[in-house]
């Protein structure tokens, strides 16, 4: 059986709740904030940590195009959450720009190039014998698409790119994960498909995604693959109801909750050289443990900015919300999307550059 970390008080929740009827909001759908992380596509896209600095040293200019890759795996279990590889990142170039870092492209024209061409002319000829057959026949063109686009990524995500190019740093959990555990990284880290990347760089968006609330909405709303939870972002992000009446002093609570937390767990990771995996596996033993304390503090700020009952069930309460958000949109009414309202007028008060930083060492 899976374990988990308990960070709400268990009396006020039912895991039997049924939320199935939970609608899509559009207020957390548009404008999209967040992703699964790129699909290189090809091994020849991916360099050793020692080849990608080693690259960098000799061209700092490739860091434009040259990028540490973080997976799931990575984030959890690696100290100081840090990504083994680099990924050759051309998203957003065409051809002839990308072909100016010269030794890169040549990386990417030697390995990728020579497959993505066999494969797109493998499924053309697939498809022409298909609609030999039967003219309505339904083709696949993915490799064809590959091959056109042979220098850039599989999925290179660039919805993400340009959502992300304003912010000093963004958050990421495992896409499959059996444990509550959001983090920040710095703009440079790019996230692996295996890496869910939720573009918000401030301390109450955080709060709030790595709170317990927003972890039971997961557990229930989530796929799973074998026994682990699986973050599906069509069925958890999109139905996921934020605060919708939080005063700043709330906020502003939630926030300072968060950071404290963040602050303190990060600390703890470093004094006793842990991953986050390492220190999420002791919250789930019984006794007293410093990072419960602020987990719980940061739930009880969250609590109260939703205006929740703690003694009621949370899934229930986080329901109605939903159900009421998706008739306020069908009703043309405002609503609180995710992330700092409107009304917070000094945003850059709420982030820091605490986050995940890429270690050169």
Same mark, same amino acid.
């Given at each position: 059986?899976?374990?988990?970390?308990?960070?709400?008080?268990?009396?006020?929740?039912? %895991?039997? &709740?049924?939320?199935?009827?939970? $609608?899509? /909001?559009?207020? =957390?759908?548009?404008? *999209?904030? @967040?992703?699964?992380?790129?699909?290189?596509?090809?091994?020849?896209? %991916?360099? &050793?940590?020692?080849?990608?600095i $080693?690259? /960098?040293?000799? =061209?700092?200019?490739? *860091?434009? @195009?040259?990028?540490?890759?973080?997976?799931?795996?990575?984030?959890?279990?690696?100290?100081?959450?840090?990504?083994?590889?680099f990924?050759?990142?051309?998203?957003?170039?065409?051809?002839?720009?990308?072909?100016?870092?010269?030794?890169?492209?040549?990386?990417?024209?030697?390995?990728?190039?020579?497959?993505?061409?066999a494969?797109?002319?493998?499924?053309?000829?697939?498809?022409?014998?298909?609609?030999?057959?039967?003219?309505?026949?339904?083709?696949?063109k993915?490799?064809?698409?590959?091959?056109?686009?042979?220098?850039?990524?599989?999925?290179?995500?660039?919805?993400?790119?340009n959502?992300?190019?304003?912010?000093?740093?963004?958050?990421?959990?495992?896409?499959?994960?059996?444990?509550?555990?959001?983090?920040f990284?710095?703009?440079?880290?790019?996230?692996?498909?295996?890496v869910?990347?939720f573009?918000?760089?401030?301390?109450?968006?955080?709060?709030?995604?790595?709170?317990?609330?927003?972890?039971?909405?997961?557990?229930?709303?989530?796929?799973?693959?074998?026994?682990?939870?699986?973050?599906?972002?069509?069925?958890?992000?999109?139905?996921?109801?934020?605060?919708?009446?939080?005063?700043?002093?709330?906020?502003?609570?939630?926030?300072?909750?968060?950071?404290?937390?963040?602050?303190?767990?990060?600390?703890?990771?470093?004094?006793?050289?842990?991953?986050?995996?390492?220190?999420?596996?002791?919250?789930?033993?019984?006794?007293?443990?410093?990072?419960?304390?602020?987990?719980?503090?940061?739930?009880?700020?969250?609590?109260?900015?939703?205006?929740?009952?703690?003694?009621?069930?949370?899934?229930?309460?986080?329901?109605?919300?939903?159900?009421?958000?998706?008739?306020?949109?069908?009703?043309?009414?405002k609503?609180?999307?995710p992330?700092?309202?409107?009304?917070?007028?000094?945003?850059?008060?709420?982030?820091?550059?605490?986050?995940?930083?890429?270690?050169?060492?």
């Amino acid at each position: 059986m899976q374990k988990h970390v308990e960070v709400i008080i268990n009396s006020s929740l039912s %895991l039997n &709740t049924d939320v199935t009827s939970a $609608k899509a /909001l559009q207020c =957390n759908k548009k404008p *999209k904030k @967040v992703f699964q992380g790129q699909t290189h596509g090809h091994e020849g896209f %991916l360099l &050793t940590k020692e080849e990608g600095i $080693k690259l /960098l040293k000799k =061209n700092p200019e490739y *860091k434009n @195009v040259l990028k540490p890759f973080l997976v799931g795996e990575e984030l959890v279990g690696n100290k100081n959450a840090q990504p083994g590889r680099f990924v050759i990142d051309f998203s957003q170039m065409d051809i002839l720009k990308a072909s100016t870092y010269k030794d890169i492209f040549k990386i990417i024209e030697k390995i990728v190039l020579p497959e993505r061409e066999a494969r797109g002319k493998e499924q053309e000829d697939v498809n022409k014998e298909l609609l030999k057959n039967d003219p309505k026949a339904k083709i696949n063109k993915h490799h064809i698409n590959f091959y056109k686009n042979w220098w850039m990524l599989s999925y290179g995500r660039e919805d993400m790119l340009n959502e992300r190019s304003n912010l000093k740093r963004y958050i990421s959990c495992a896409r499959v994960t059996q444990r509550p555990i959001f983090e920040f990284f710095e703009n440079y880290i790019n996230p692996n498909d295996k890496v869910m990347a939720f573009m918000f760089e401030d301390d109450y968006s955080f709060g709030i995604i790595q709170s317990g609330i927003h972890w039971k909405w997961f557990l229930k709303k989530c796929t799973t693959l074998g026994q682990t939870p699986n973050y599906n972002s069509a069925a958890i992000w999109d139905t996921f109801p934020w605060p919708q009446t939080p005063t700043e002093v709330q906020i502003k609570k939630v926030a300072a909750a968060a950071k404290a937390f963040h602050i303190q767990r990060t600390a703890t990771l470093k004094q006793y050289n842990m991953s986050l995996r390492d220190l999420y596996r002791l919250l789930e033993q019984p006794g007293a443990n410093p990072i419960k304390d602020l987990h719980a503090a940061l739930d009880k700020a969250v609590m109260e900015a939703y205006g929740f009952d703690d003694t009621k069930d949370i899934l229930a309460q986080l329901l109605a919300l939903n159900l009421l958000v998706a008739d306020k949109e069908n009703r043309k009414e405002k609503v609180q999307a995710p992330g700092l309202p409107e009304f917070v007028k000094n945003k850059e008060d709420y982030v820091s550059d605490e986050c995940v930083r890429f270690e050169w060492g």
